[in-house]
């Protein structure tokens, strides 16, 4: 404060001092010198004022340096879901994505955390669209797991299969819009397929049904009407038994079957 009154005190005496001058050079010596005066009192001014503004005693303010949240890091090592259409019917709590991220992973093994903290134990959740299960230790679910008598079978990634065709060591399976593995008969979009009773498709082959012969192609679709296999004709009604030891009408022409199903020509 001292050296502040000083500096007014000099800068008042280099007012006077300038005026005195502008006596003896004139009136353009009088003005810059008034000019200077002025500069040097408004730099003490404005030196004063942020001095006035300024609290020595305040900490110097450091910007802290904010992790990455633990749910972003942690979908980083989460595998990109498939998303797979269709309901479930199994009872499971739908948890909307981007409220808060549930994956926990622990050793490498992944865990579903409940809005609340819980480790979700023996249940299933659903998440992003995609349909999980937690088994009864908490551990995520993967490859094929048995629930209240039905397969389900869970990829890499934790979502069961629903409402699609999957391959697992080379043998086509197909599970339905709940993750329920296909046994049987299935109609899927128009088109008839068989599964057997580890859910196996049948492709490429003729196979016996409650006393009927069917065929299935290399799609395992199965087959109707005129069939043309390994170079011989077939007939297959529209629910796909074949036809055999029999006469048939298509088309206004009449064709013969033998036992095995066979086209004939030529004379019998």
Not at 89 to 112: D, H, K, L, R
Not at 202 to 225: C, H, I, L, Q, W
Not at 245 to 250: Q, V
Request: glycine share 8%; aromatic share 16%.
């Amino acid at each position: 404060m001292k050296n502040k009154v000083i500096r007014g005190v000099l800068a008042a005496a280099c007012v006077t001092t300038a005026v005195s001058a502008a006596n003896v050079f004139g009136a353009g010596t009088e003005q810059s010198l008034v000019n200077e005066a002025s500069a040097v009192t408004q730099e003490e001014t404005e030196e004063t004022s942020e001095a006035e503004t300024t609290d020595e005693n305040t900490p110097e303010m450091t910007e802290t340096e904010t992790p990455d949240s633990t749910a972003e890091n942690a979908a980083s090592d989460l595998p990109a879901a498939e998303v797979q259409s269709g309901k479930s019917e199994e009872t499971a709590v739908s948890v909307q994505a981007g409220s808060y991220y549930p994956w926990v992973n622990e050793n490498g093994i992944w865990y579903f955390k409940d809005p609340d903290g819980t480790i979700v134990k023996g249940a299933w959740r659903e998440y992003d669209k995609n349909r999980y299960y937690l088994n009864n230790d908490g551990k995520m679910a993967v490859g094929w797991k048995k629930l209240d008598g039905a397969w389900y079978y869970f990829q890499s990634w934790g979502g069961v299969y629903r409402d699609a065709f999957y391959t697992v060591k080379n043998v086509p399976y197909y599970s339905d819009a709940d993750g329920k593995m296909a046994t049987g008969w299935k109609l899927i979009d128009d088109v008839y397929y068989y599964f057997d009773d580890q859910g196996a498709m049948y492709r490429n082959r003729f196979f016996e049904y409650d006393k009927n012969t069917y065929y299935v192609d290399a799609d395992g679709k199965m087959a109707s009407g005129f069939e043309q296999i390994d170079g011989i004709w077939y007939y297959f009604r529209s629910w796909g038994g074949m036809a055999q030891n029999t006469f048939l009408t298509h088309k206004n022409n009449i064709y013969h079957v033998d036992t095995d199903g066979k086209m004939t020509t030529g004379w019998l």
